[in-house]
């Protein structure tokens, strides 16, 4: 795969997939500019190199149709603040108002073109609506990671109908760091696994117990392992079905000599429920009708022990219902224990990186993953369609 800085794009019509897919508050203001941030290494470089600069996006999900609030408006004032530079928003993203807007460009110009999901044969991955995208680009960049695990006409399809394709800097920054963690990372290797179910994490598991030293894992997730070592874990979060499953994760992780650590206490409640009142019980002490909704305080001291001369960490998920203070303190403390090592941290998904961003934290983690779905497909040692389109591509 090439990246950006081995194409030459001087002057050239260089259209880029970014992933712009950011929250909005329900007067249409963006809430996390993160996703936009990102991307502005690409983007400064496109322009100080003289690329009249094309840029498309997705935003949320109007699966096909035109829906007015989910423009991507906002997005192109944000950008045009963040670059102190004026970018225009076509009124589509195809068709010949776009070919004129372009015909027009100057080297160092920004256009935008309108959220690409207006039209159903983005997401269908539909050639003809990918060869309409590709008829104005010299060269074609992606640098959307939080797309990639997708096939669309937007980061596959066009592939096929630009000559020169490449990657941009983020995408070059999230491979690299994976790479970095997965394939050579430095020893000990500890893995953090959270969230609230095993079946979305069979595969991460699987993978990451033939790469780790040591696996914690906490959440919802860690009450369907302890169930199957035998424990009473009353109304807590269980897949019964995958009981076995969780038997041969634990015995795979003691014949590969991997550590497999589980919480040894937890926060529990009656109700998942801001004001339900809560107590902390060793894991042998969870009350039939309750739940557990944190890791305790024992565990916390016991997981930060682990990490504390681990070399690489790697995180996905959070320890408790983090989204409510009373069940927080669990993924808070591994936040700081993570940010406080002195290993590699990698972050990715989703709700670890929100968890994150809620204790200040961010700043001291090595790396923070843009891409949820696809860092976690990442992590199944799966690989992602849109870098094998740009690998097909060289
Ligand atoms: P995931 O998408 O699998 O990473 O799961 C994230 C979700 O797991 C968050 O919304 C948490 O509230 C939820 N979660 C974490 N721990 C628990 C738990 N012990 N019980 C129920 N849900 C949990």
């Known amino acids: 795969m ?7 794009i001087k002057g050239k019509k260089t259209l880029f997939r970014f992933d712009f897919n950011v929250p909005l508050d329900d007067s249409l203001h963006i809430t996390d500019d993160t996703r936009i941030r990102a991307v502005l290494p690409t983007i400064d470089y496109a322009l100080d190199e003289g690329a009249k600069v094309i840029v498309m996006s ?4 109007p699966k096909g149709r035109i829906v ?28 010949e108002d776009v070919r004129q807007l372009i015909s027009k460009m100057e080297p160092g110009c920004i256009v935008m073109l309108e959220n690409l999901r ?4 983005e997401e269908s991955n539909d050639d003809e609506f990918a060869r309409q995208l590709a008829c104005c680009a010299d060269v074609y960049i992606d640098d959307a990671f939080g797309n990639a695990h997708r096939r669309h006409a937007s980061n596959v399809g066009i592939t096929k109908h630009v000559k020169i394709c490449g990657a941009g800097f983020l995408i070059k920054k999230e491979l690299n760091y994976f790479k970095q963690a997965l394939e050579n990372p430095a020893r000990p290797f500890v893995a953090i696994v959270g969230g609230s179910k095993v079946s979305g994490k069979l595969e991460t598991l699987g993978y990451l ?7 914690i894992l906490g959440g919802g997730m860690a009450f369907t392992f302890l169930k199957a070592r035998g424990y009473e874990i009353g109304r807590s979060l269980v897949e019964d079905e995958l009981l076995p499953q969780a038997n041969e994760i634990m015995e795979a992780a003691r014949s590969l000599r991997v550590k497999f650590y589980l919480p040894v206490d937890c926060v529990i409640a009656e109700r998942k429920s801001a004001d339900a009142e809560t107590k902390i019980v060793p894991i042998q002490e969870i009350n039939p009708n309750w739940m557990g909704l944190d890791i305790g305080p024992a565990t916390t001291t ?8 681990a070399k690489t960490i790697l995180w996905n998920g959070p320890m408790g219902v983090f989204e409510l203070d009373a069940f927080s303190r669990g993924t808070s403390a591994m936040v700081h224990s993570v940010a406080n090592s002195h290993a590699l941290t990698i972050v990715g998904g989703g709700d670890t990186d929100v968890a994150i961003h809620k204790t200040g934290e961010g700043d001291k983690i090595t790396y923070i993953s843009t891409g949820g779905g696809a860092f976690l497909k990442l ?7 849109a870098i094998e389109a740009l690998d097909a591509c060289s």
């Not at 906002?74 to 102190?84: E, I, M």
């Not at 207006?118 to 044969?121: K, T």
């Not at 117990?209 to 696996?215: N, S």
């Open 68 to 95: 007015p609030q989910l423009s991507l408006a906002p997005v192109a004032k944000r950008l045009s603040r963040l670059l102190g530079k004026e970018v225009r928003l076509a009124k589509d993203c195809i068709g």
């Open 209 to 215: 117990i033939k790469k780790a030293d040591k696996i």
């Open 302 to 309: 016991l997981f930060s022990e682990v990490l504390n001369n």
């Open 118 to 121: 207006f039209h159903p044969g």
């Open 58 to 61: 997705h935003l949320g999900r």
């Open 379 to 385: 992590l199944e040692g799966k690989t992602l369609p």
């Open 2 to 8: 090439k990246f950006i800085d081995e194409i030459d």
